[in-house]
């Protein structure tokens, strides 16, 4: 089987709910549990720092000698005794000596603390570590009592904010605040692994995710065709993987490329039946209908804004994957045509409905709106070429999908229509964009 195919039948298998789902939520739920768990152990631990260096700080006001002074006397010894071994044979034993000595240092200086009456492991680890390289430091114009004490001096000031001092040297220090990160970062992963269980058309074979809104197709040998109104034989095709916008592109995606136009271009591709607030300003669609998708532009529209958001118009081929799957389904959710299903004329409305609208009808790779709502432009010519630019103002390209007031066996993933691409800005005519992959 060829690596195209497997990737195929991982991605359908997924596609199928089942006992994987089930066992991601549990982990969700578990992790969701543990994480809240660990936020609330974080915030004790937090707590009790706090409380801790209050206490400490009131306890060493006036106290003699002071904390500086005796934490002074008692490395001073500790590393003069340091000193009087013999010098390490090479660099790497010099490197471990460093660490055992600063090691030894700061058990003695948490020691002192601890006796001192500073009562919470983080902030004995913080402060033996802060001492210890303090003493170590090639000694500058001050003693190292002095030096021990401007290093101490925020720790004791009243009015240095404790929320600094634990951002900035006991969160890191912190077991809860590794414990909480740990919990946290199994959350997300949780999290993620449902979403893909749940959505795995949002993701790559790899593990990441698509691009915002859009789905992934996987590469392959699918069956087009055959297709009515414009009809086409059946046949295969071979396919790269590619990405496709999950929705049609809304009138609120279009405002926002108009919107970032020269002012001297943004009139020739708004939608004509627009209109300006007041009469005055640039025209827009009803505010009712941003999520609605947009409507009379011609495929050079179409193009221009694909290629504003750093996407592509699909093929023809590519469309029809996308809406009827390996299975060569006749509709994006059966061989059957369903009632209810799709926006068309069977639905009543006599307008567009919203992109997100219709997620029973979704394709089966959970592509919404591939029947009915709005014809969609693709880049292919009537005989098949793909485009990159148009031809000609009459240049016939395909349009597929059907839309809100095509009957039923006009919707769906078989029939196929042409529109003149330079000048045809139907009300019922949209589009989405495709992507490559990187």
Same mark, same amino acid.
């Given at each position: 089987?060829?690596?195209?195919?497997?990737?195929?039948?991982?991605?359908?298998?997924?596609?199928?709910?089942?006992?994987?789902?089930?066992?991601?939520?549990?982990?969700?739920?578990?992790?969701?549990?543990?994480?809240?768990?660990?936020?609330?152990?974080?915030?004790?631990? =937090?707590?009790? &720092?706090?409380?801790? #260096?209050?206490?400490? +700080?009131?306890? *060493?006001?006036?106290?003699?000698?002071? $904390?500086?002074?005796?934490?002074?006397?008692?490395?001073?010894?500790?590393?003069?005794?340091?000193?009087?071994?013999?010098?390490?044979?090479?660099?790497?034993?010099?490197?471990?000596?460093?660490?055992?000595?600063?090691?030894?240092?700061?058990?003695?200086?948490?020691?002192?603390?601890?006796?001192?009456?500073?009562?919470?492991?983080?902030?004995?680890?913080?402060?033996?570590?802060?001492?210890?390289?303090?003493?170590?430091?090639?000694?500058?114009?001050?003693?190292?009592?002095?030096?021990?004490?401007?290093?101490?001096?925020?720790?004791?000031?009243?009015?240095?904010?404790?929320?600094?001092?634990?951002?900035?040297?006991?969160?890191?220090?912190?077991?809860?605040?590794?414990?909480?990160?740990?919990?946290?970062?199994? =959350?997300?992963? &949780?999290?993620?692994? #449902?979403?893909?269980? +749940?959505?795995? *058309?949002?993701?790559?074979?790899?593990? $990441?995710?698509?691009?915002?809104?859009?789905?992934?197709?996987?590469?392959?040998?699918?069956?087009?065709?055959?297709?009515?109104?414009?009809?086409?034989?059946?046949?295969?095709?071979?396919?790269?993987?590619?990405?496709?916008?999950?929705?049609?592109?809304?009138?609120?995606?279009?405002?926002?490329?108009?919107?970032?136009?020269?002012?001297?271009?943004?009139?020739?591709?708004?939608?004509?039946?627009?209109?300006?607030?007041?009469?005055?300003?640039?025209?827009?669609?009803?505010?009712?209908?941003?999520?609605?998708?947009?409507?009379?532009?011609?495929?050079?529209?179409?193009?221009?804004?694909?290629?504003?958001?750093?996407?592509?118009?699909?093929?023809?081929?590519?469309?029809?994957?996308?809406?009827?799957?390996?299975?060569?389904?006749?509709?994006?959710?059966?061989?059957?045509?369903?009632?209810?299903?799709?926006?068309?004329?069977?639905?009543?409305?006599?307008?567009?409905?919203?992109?997100?609208?219709?997620?029973?009808?979704?394709?089966?790779?959970?592509?919404?709106?591939?029947?009915?709502?709005?014809?969609?432009?693709?880049?292919?010519?009537?005989?098949?070429?793909?485009?990159?630019?148009?031809?000609?103002?009459?240049?016939?390209?395909?349009?597929?999908?059907?839309?809100?007031?095509?009957?039923?066996?006009?919707?769906?993933?078989?029939?196929?229509?042409?529109?003149?691409?330079?000048?045809?800005?139907?009300?019922?005519?949209?589009?989405?964009?495709?992507?490559?992959?990187?």
């Amino acid at each position: 089987m060829s690596l195209a195919a497997l990737t195929l039948l991982f991605f359908t298998t997924a596609l199928r709910p089942g006992g994987d789902e089930q066992s991601a939520l549990q982990h969700y739920k578990a992790a969701s549990k543990a994480q809240e768990e660990a936020l609330a152990d974080l915030e004790r631990a =937090y707590a009790h &720092a706090e409380e801790a #260096l209050a206490a400490f +700080r009131s306890q *060493e006001k006036g106290k003699s000698p002071t $904390a500086a002074q005796r934490l002074a006397e008692v490395t001073s010894a500790l590393v003069a005794q340091q000193q009087e071994r013999p010098a390490p044979a090479d660099a790497k034993e010099a490197r471990a000596r460093r660490r055992a000595d600063l090691d030894e240092l700061g058990r003695a200086i948490r020691a002192e603390l601890a006796v001192r009456g500073l009562a919470d492991d983080t902030l004995l680890d913080a402060l033996g570590d802060l001492i210890a390289h303090e003493a170590t430091a090639k000694p500058g114009k001050d003693d190292l009592a002095t030096r021990c004490a401007q290093a101490l001096a925020p720790w004791l000031a009243a009015d240095r904010g404790f929320e600094l001092l634990w951002n900035e040297s006991l969160y890191a220090r912190s077991e809860s605040a590794k414990s909480f990160k740990a919990k946290y970062d199994d =959350y997300v992963a &949780a999290g993620v692994e #449902l979403d893909r269980v +749940r959505h795995p *058309e949002f993701y790559l074979p790899g593990g $990441a995710k698509t691009r915002p809104n859009m789905v992934y197709v996987p590469g392959g040998t699918y069956t087009v065709g055959p297709d009515n109104g414009f009809d086409r034989k059946k046949k295969n095709v071979t396919l790269r993987p590619f990405l496709l916008d999950r929705c049609e592109t809304s009138n609120a995606d279009y405002v926002a490329f108009l919107d970032a136009l020269p002012p001297d271009q943004r009139e020739a591709h708004t939608p004509r039946h627009w209109a300006a607030d007041g009469g005055a300003g640039p025209r827009r669609p009803p505010a009712d209908k941003l999520d609605h998708p947009v409507v009379g532009v011609t495929w050079r529209d179409a193009d221009a804004y694909a290629k504003f958001v750093n996407k592509r118009l699909p093929t023809e081929d590519e469309w029809e994957v996308a809406c009827r799957g390996k299975e060569g389904l006749s509709y994006p959710w059966g061989d059957q045509y369903v009632k209810g299903k799709c926006n068309d004329a069977l639905a009543g409305l006599g307008t567009t409905a919203p992109v997100t609208a219709y997620e029973e009808g979704a394709s089966p790779f959970k592509v919404l709106n591939m029947a009915g709502n709005v014809q969609e432009w693709t880049c292919s010519l009537e005989e098949g070429d793909t485009i990159l630019d148009l031809p000609s103002n009459i240049a016939p390209v395909i349009v597929r999908g059907g839309h809100f007031l095509s009957p039923g066996e006009n919707v769906g993933g078989k029939f196929r229509w042409v529109a003149p691409g330079g000048s045809s800005r139907e009300l019922y005519l949209g589009f989405r964009c495709a992507a490559d992959l990187k």
